[in-house]
Every structure is written in C-alpha cells, then in structure tokens.
C-alpha cells in the first residue's frame, strides 16, 4: 500500500518561488564580475528547475511556462560568450560589456514582470495559453549565426507593456528585432560584402564603425579567397573613409590586414594613401621624446608590404617618409629593421645617387660600419656620384673600414680602381695610405698587403691617386716596421728614382732599420743630415724621430733614454711631445724611480710642456693599472703633481683614486683630500646621471664592495633616466647580474641577446659573461663540456661574437677536465676566427695545444707546436719552459711499450733544449752588455776620483767588488726578461 501523499502548498506560490529564485540567481550573475562564478551560478539555476520538474506531483502545464525562461538564459549566456570573443577581437571591451549588461537588465526585468503576473494570480486556476518550444539547458553553446537570438532589453520591454503579457507577443518580439552583428557575419561572402557596402553609403559615423567591425571580422583571411579583389577594392574604400574621419587606428588595421595576405600590386598599395597613416605611426607628442619601438615597427610593415613587381620611383614624399623611418629606427636600434627601409626606399627614391650617400652618412653616424661598407661595395662604388659630398662619404667608408679593424680593406681598394671618382676622377691618397695600413694591421703579414697593392695597381689605381708618393712613403714605413729591409730598400729606390725630392723623407724612414739593428751613430747621422723646413710635410720629422725613441727605450733604461731624446732635443730643434714625455715616465715608472720620474716632469714643465688634466690623469692610470704602483705611491705621486699644476686634479682623478683605493681593500680611512678624492657623488649613487665614467665609477664600487645588486640597479635607473649605452657600463652590469643572486646567469644571458639584437658593442661584455660562467659552474667533466657548448650554441644561435682570447679560455678548462679533442677544436675555432694560419695565437695556446697533443699521442701536432714556438716571441719565456718540463713528466709515467711515447718525449726535449739555449744565448748578451756598463762607469768613476784628488775634494763613493757583482746581476736578469739591449755612444 503506497504512503499518503504529502500536503502541498499552491501552485501560486511555487510558481512564485521558482520565480524568485531565478530572478535571484540572475541578479546574482550580474553583480559577480568573476566569469567562472557567473556562469556557475546561471547552471545552478537551471539545475534548480531541473529539480523542481523532476518531481511527479508538479508536472503540471502552468509550469512549462516559464521553462523557456531558464533556456533563454543559457542561450542568453553562451551568446554572450561568443559576443565576447568577437569583442576582444575589436580591442573593444567597453562596448561588450555594455551589451552584456544590458542583455541581462533585460532578462532581470522580463523575470520581474512575470512574477508580478504570477503573485496577481495565486488564487485563480491554471491557464490554458499556447505551448512555446522550450529550450533546453543541455544544448550546445550557440553558433555565430545562432549569436543572433539575443534578448535585448527595449524588446523584452515592448512586448511586456501591455498589463496581459503573453508568451507570443515575446516570441513575435524575439522574431521581428533588427539584425546584430553576429548575424551579420553569418551570411554569405558576397552578402557580408553587400552588407558592409550598404553600411558605407550612410554618413554617420555609428555605420562607419559597424562597416570596419564586419570587414576585420568577416574579412578575407587567406590569398586564396575567390572575392579578394572586391575585398581589396571595399578596403581601399574603407580605408579612405577613415582616414577622412579621423579614424587612423582602424584604416591602419585594415591596411595591415590587407598587406599580410601576401604580395599585393603597387597600384593597389598606393591607393591606400599609406603615407598619412604611417606618419600617424611616426608622429611625436613631444619635439624630445620619439615614438616607441613597437610604433616604429607598425609604421615600418605599412611602409615595406610584399609587392608583386619592382617598384618604381616615386614621388619625394616616399623618400622623405623613407628616409625619417630609416632615422627613427636607428634611434631605436633596430638596425635590420631601418636597412629593410634603406633597401625599399633605394627603389622608390627619384634621386638614387643622392640617397645613397646619405644613407651612407646617417648609418655611420650611428655605428653600423658593416652596413656603410655594404652599401658602398653594392650601390655606391657602381653609381657616378656627384662631386657634392663626394669626399666626406668616402671619409665615412674608410673610417667604417678602420673602425672593422681592417675587415674589407681589399674589396675598398678594388673598388677605388673601379670606380668613376667625380670631378678630376681623382682618389684621395691618404685614403689608400690608411687602408693600407688598416690591411696590414690585420693580416699581420706584409707580404698580403704587398700582393694587394700590386693587383690594385694594375688595375689602374695609382693613375688615379692624387699623390702617389705619398703611399709609396707608406709602403716603405710598414716594410721597415716590419723588419723587411728587403722591401723596404726596393719602394725605396723606386719611390726616389720616380720622385728624386723624397729622398730626405725616406732616409728619415730608412733610419728606422739601423735604429733596429742598433746602429745608433748611424741614426743621428741620419736625422742631422735632414732638416724639418727640407721634408714635403713638417710632421714627418717627429714622426720618424718618434719611432726611433721607442725602440730605443725598449733596450735602454729610463735615463739612457731621458738623455737620448734630450740629444735630439739641443741638437736638431726636436720639441717635447706627449708621445715622447710619456713614454720616458712610463720607463721610470716601469723602473720604480719615483725620484727620476718626478724629475722628468718638472724638466718638462720648465721647458714650456704644457701639463694638464688629460696628461696627468694619463700618467697617474698607468701607474695604478699597467705600473701597479701601491696606493701610498699613487698618493705620493698625487702630491707632487699639485705642487706642478695645483689645479690639475678633477673628477677623473677621483676615480683613479678610488679604484686604487678598492683594489688595496682600504675603507676610505684617509683624511684630507685623499678622503675627498675617492668619494662618490649623491646623484650617482641614486642613478639619476648620464655621465657615464660616473656610473661606470659608482658600479665598480659596488662590485668591490661585494653588492652585485646593487651595481644593477644604478645601471637600470641610469638607463631609465637616459644615459646612453656604454658598452664598459654594459660589462659590470652583465657581472653583476651574473653574480646577483636576484638574477642569476639566465637573466644575464637574455640581456646579452637583447643588447646585440639591438646592435649594440657586445664583445667584452660576451668574454666578462662567458668566463664567470665558466669559473662558477661545478660538476664532473663531461658535465662541463655539456655546458660550455650549450652556452656556445645559445650565444651563437643569438648570432652574438665570441672574442678569440674566450675560446682560448675555454680551451685551457678543457684541458683541466682532460678534455683534450675538445680542446684542440676550440683553438682551431680561433686560429679561423683570426685569419692566421696556425692555431698558435698566445703563450695559453702554446701551452694548451702543448698538453693536448701529449695526451693525445699527436706526434705531428707536438712537432708543429715546437717548429712554431722557434720563431714566436715565447721562445725564451720561462713560463712555457716549466710547463714543457711538467709535460715531459707525465708522458714518462705513460706505457713505455708504445712508440709514440718515446718520440713524444725527444720532440719535448727538442723544445726544452731550444728554449734553453735561446735563454743561454740571450743571457751570453746581457753578460756582456753588463760588463761594458760596469767597465764605463768604472772608468767615469776613476776619471771622477782622479780629478777629486787633484781638486783636494772629498773623494765620492766607489762600489766593493759585492756591490759590482750584485748590479751585474740586477742588468742580467733585466736583459734576460726584456731582451738583449744595445749600447749607444751619445756626444
């Protein structure tokens, strides 16, 4: 027997009930700004209904009518998320969210009407009405088509204004309302394009909008649409509408759209009128502040599109707007980017030639060298340029060359016998002299550049050449750097049988040969013969005599040379120049003669030398960095310059100071002004400077102190506040953020790729980065190499440089894990990265090719590093001699079965002996060099004694046979570390 049925309450009050709860549930959506919530919280209203129909006592047909409510709220919702989407699509958010809300007010007021309607007829019977198709919860979010049947709220509301709502008056609403969007982009291509073209024959703007809407959204998407010329004419028709509206973002997104279809006709593109809207781009709110790089990117797509044909010169306006593109994407350092403009805008330009240089002139003055010898072989050196700025766009080319370091010297001086040069048609000598010498300098052979010169003779250019002699004075002054009399003797002879008044001028050349050979008489005779009024240019006689006193100094001591120049000083009429006042107090400082070194100065003082700021900082760095003087010395040097010059200390000063002071790890315990001198200003420790030796000084500071982070931070705010890239900043804050540990290497490395992609000076701040990494990881060999070459991958994928003293570097960790074919690749890396033919670049690569051939049996590449080592400058370097010692050692603990162990150890002992004798030999010379000294002053100090004694004077005081021994010593360790010296007689 079934249970009783339960009491239940009216049908009123449950169709109330549910009622509330639905309008309840939907407020509660509208107020939530949570998406998941909201759309949580519309499910559980329909699960609510889904409970109250399941029971078998309410399935009445009064309760179907409100069943369509509950549906029409998850279409409702699933619309809107759709709507939501073509929204964000627009960049129009505001305006999706005033359409959801307003859908939902107008589902809120529909539930309110029909809960009135229900409380008004609690007490009467059910009402037969028609019964609407009710939609059910489970069906799947809507369509775009389907987007259409949104309720909007002034709909709901006109069929709910009379006092009997009835569900057909809604079904007619819902029925007869005006098309959306959504519907809009659910027709056919031709229809949507029908549509969009009926939306621009109106004037207003509200049909404009809604015409760029549907055309984003519903236009072509591939090159492959069968409508797209008529989308294409319906753009430009867009396009020009905006523009005259005022609408510059919406006709730039049209175009942009258009253009990443794929190649479009030149016709068609300037149709468009780009220009306005890419000036949009470019235009600056402020005269000091330029547009963004993202800016300049857009306008650069608008202005490089795909075109199907060569374009065709154009108007000046193309290249006006090409030329401000190329500067403003300089300025943001996208430098591939502005070449891309430099190459379209060379097409469009009226004047090529023109253009030409001046893309030469703005790409040099900002840095990108290779771009300005790119340009000059590909375009410039092929043209007939004018002779207006003819000369100064050659003085960028050949700086570019000498800034490369020499790279492409060779293809500039074919160009230069190719080239149709304007005016006269001739070429300016010393262009030729300094690529000459730029080539030698790389090549490090004379013989390369001696081959280059006679291909680029007979190609014709010595008839172009204003001054021919003065590039064969050139050749002659390399070959005698060199060391090729050879050479040196036939350029001669040539250069005066063709041009007899130049012989003065290459005998003063000439005298750099016997300066080498130490044929000291030879050379005053030399330059006596000559005087500076005789020579083609006055400069030459300082020159040569400059070069001379270099190599004098290099065998002589500080006052032997300090006499010698004062010779050349008394007897030929030679001034005090810098290069001379240097390097002689560079030789009493090498010395450690402060005394002579102080007295040197105050002899050039008085003779009219000018001593300043620049001349004094100079020399006081050196005696911190290279000299590596104390800091009590540096002060005491300090001291006597302000009693030279008391107002030649400034801010560079300070910071010499304070270096030296961090190196010796003193904490600013000084009083005084040397206190003063090593502190750091306010504002730079605060970073808001553009001075950049003071955040370079301030960072450093941080570094010894042990603050990495520190030292990043006040490079951040410095380039925050606009200071300029500096590539010695850009090192310390690369060290620093590999030392922080806030950043670490990872970050470090993305720094690295962001500074090269933008252009900037990376090479120091790659080896900094590269050797700390390489110093701070830890882990077994095999895992060492894995980093090392995954770090080499990632630099290299980036297209960033690594300098050849890094691969070295790298080599010799190699060789400490006993990774030795590893090691042997990286120098053979570096020997190509150099240009040389062997791999023999340093005294580490001696040693590191040295270890790995010995631990990998290599009889012929141990050979090649002993044939080598004959002819370097190391032969005689007692660091290589231990390290072959210690090679030997461990190849006679190896398998004395194997043969190969045996030859390796006499090739060892060849290399040994060889820099034992060398050694010896030098030794054999100093020896000698000694004994004459001794046996000079020996002699002066008895001429000195004798005419002491005649005079009744005190006699002076005369060294033991001790004292002898011990400088004898002093001079043969000195010649045996520096080279044989030679002995010079000056009257």
Known sequence: MSPPPLPLPSKAAIRALRSIALGTSCAIGVLIEDRRRRISTLKTAVANKQKLQSSRQYHHNSLEELSWQLGAATVLEYSLQGYEKEAHRLERHDHAETTRYAAFEGAIAMNSEVQNSSIAEKDLGPIQRPQPVALQSSLPPPTTSQAASLITK??????????????????????????????????????????????????????????????????????????????IELSIHITRKCQASGMWEEASQILTTIISLGPIDEAKYLAYNPLPIIEFHLCRHHPDIPPSADRVISAAKLYLPKLKATPHPCRMDWERMGRSLVLEALSSRLFILSQNVYWRTLCWAPKP??????????????????????????QYARMKPSNRQFNETMDCVVESVLA????????????????????????????VMRLLQAHWARQEGLSQTIELFEKAVSLGLLDKIAYPQGVYRTLVEMAVKAGDGKVAHAYADELTREYPDMKKDIALKLAGLKAKEGEWDSVLQAFRQVRPSELAEPTLYNDAFIYVLKIYADSHSAAE??????????????????????????????????????????????????????????????????????????????????????????????????????????????????????????????????????IYHAMNQELMRHKPTSAVMLYKRAIR???????????????????????????????????????????????????????????????????????????????????????????????????????????????????????????????????????????????????????????????????????????????????????????????????????????????????????????????????????????????????????????????????????????
């Open 154 to 231: 002034r709909q709901i509301q006109s069929s709910l204004s009379n006092d009997s709502p009835n569900i057909a008056q809604i079904s007619k609403a819902i029925g007869t309302r005006q098309p959306t969007l959504s519907a809009t982009l659910g027709q056919s291509q031709g229809d949507l394009i029908r549509s969009i073209e009926d939306l621009l024959a109106n004037t207003d703007k509200e049909s404009l909008d809604r015409a760029v809407k549907l055309f984003i959204l519903g236009g072509p998407s591939t090159p492959s649409n069968p409508l797209l010329d008529r989308w």
């Open 353 to 378: 030639v023109e253009f030409v240089g001046w893309a030469i002139h703005t790409f040099f003055q900002h840095s990108d060298h290779k771009t300005v010898v790119r340009i000059f072989l590909s």
């Open 404 to 431: 490369m370091k020499g790279a492409h010297a060779d293809e500039i001086l074919k160009a230069f016998a190719k080239m149709d040069c304007p005016g006269n048609g001739e070429v300016r000598s010393r262009w």
């Open 561 to 694: 040379t300090q006499d010698f120049a004062l010779t050349f000083i008394q007897d030929m009429g030679i001034k005090f120049h810098p290069y001379m006042v240097t390097l002689i107090a560079k030789r009493y400082a090498e010395d450690r003669d402060m005394r002579g070194f102080v007295t040197w100065l105050e002899l050039c003082s008085r003779e009219g030398f000018g001593l300043d700021a620049g001349f004094f900082n100079s020399v006081l760095h050196n005696c911190s960095t290279t000299w590596k003087l104390s800091f009590p010395e540096l002060c005491a040097i300090h001291s006597h310059f302000k009693e030279l010059e008391p107002h030649y200390a400034d801010e560079v000063t300070q910071r010499i100071l304070t270096r030296a002071a961090h190196r010796e790890g003193r904490d600013y315990n000084y009083s005084g002004q040397t206190k003063k001198a090593i502190t750091v200003n306010r504002m730079t420790r605060r970073g808001r400077t553009t001075n950049q030796r003071d």
């Open 721 to 987: 506040f606009g200071m300029p890239f500096n590539s010695h900043c850009f090192r310390l804050a690369i060290l620093a953020t590999a030392q922080s540990k806030r950043y670490g290497s990872d970050y470090a490395l993305a720094l690295l790729q962001d500074a090269h992609a933008e252009g900037r000076d990376v090479e120091a701040a790659v080896s900094t980065f590269i050797r700390y990494d390489i110093a701070e990881f830890n882990g077994n060999p095999q895992d060492v190499i894995i980093h090392i070459r995954n770090l080499l991958h990632r630099l290299e994928s980036s297209q960033i440089p690594i300098s050849i003293t890094v691969l070295t570097h790298m080599a010799y960790v190699s060789v400490q894990i006993r990774q030795h074919e590893k090691a042997v690749i990286l120098c053979n890396i570096a020997r190509d990265r150099s240009g040389t033919s062997h791999p023999f670049l340093s005294k580490k690569s001696f040693m590191v090719l040295a270890s790995a051939y010995s631990e990998l049996l290599d009889i012929a590449g141990l050979n090649s590093v002993m044939d080598h080592l004959s002819g370097s400058k190391y032969s005689t370097d007692k660091v290589l001699l231990s390290h072959f010692r210690s090679i030997r050692r461990l190849v006679r603990k190896k398998d004395p079965s194997d043969r190969r162990t045996a030859t390796l150890e006499k090739i060892l002992d060849r290399g040994i002996l060889q820099i034992v004798q060398m050694r010896a030999k030098v030794r054999t010379e100093g020896k000698l060099i000694s004994h004459e000294t001794l046996r000079i002053v020996g002699d002066a100090l008895a001429d000195l004694q004798r005419e002491s004694t005649e005079e009744g004077t005190p006699q002076p005081f005369i060294p033991t046979d001790t004292k002898w021994k011990k400088l004898d010593l002093s001079i043969e360790r000195q010649v045996v570390a520096n080279g044989p010296m030679q002995l010079v007689s000056v009257s």
